[in-house]
């Protein structure tokens, strides 16, 4: 398996999912997520709820707010749940097992 790697050393790929390791927000404690990072304007979203998401006027197109994502499958659907808390490091995802 790879090497956990300093968010300030560099950031994965935008939008690709990665195992995530950030703090909780109680104490020093910290877990382990699979998330990913978003850069500002590339993860499209829906005017659902204005106070949150990013608009381009120039587009006419809601966008995610830049920051981390923790992902959850729910009944076979995912969904993105934003990090508060500071991501320190990520590693890439390991290769899935062979089918069998």
């Known amino acids: 398996m790879s090497e956990w790697i300093s968010v300030e050393e560099r950031l994965p790929e935008p939008l690709h999912l990665v195992i995530?390791?950030?703090k909780t927000g109680y104490k020093d404690n910290a877990i382990t997520v699979i998330g990913k990072w978003v850069p500002a304007m590339?993860?499209?979203?829906?005017?659902?709820?204005?106070?949150?998401?990013?608009?381009?006027?120039?587009?006419?197109?809601?966008?995610?707010?830049?920051g981390w994502y923790e992902f959850q499958a729910n009944w076979d659907e995912y969904s993105a749940i934003h990090i508060n808390e500071?991501?320190?490091h990520w590693m890439p995802l390991p290769e899935p097992p062979e089918s069998e």
């Open 42 to 66: 590339t993860d499209e979203s829906t005017p659902e709820d204005e106070d949150w998401v990013e608009y381009d006027e120039q587009t006419d197109t809601y966008y995610v707010p830049e």
């Open 86 to 88: 500071a991501v320190t």
């Open 20 to 22: 995530v390791r950030h």
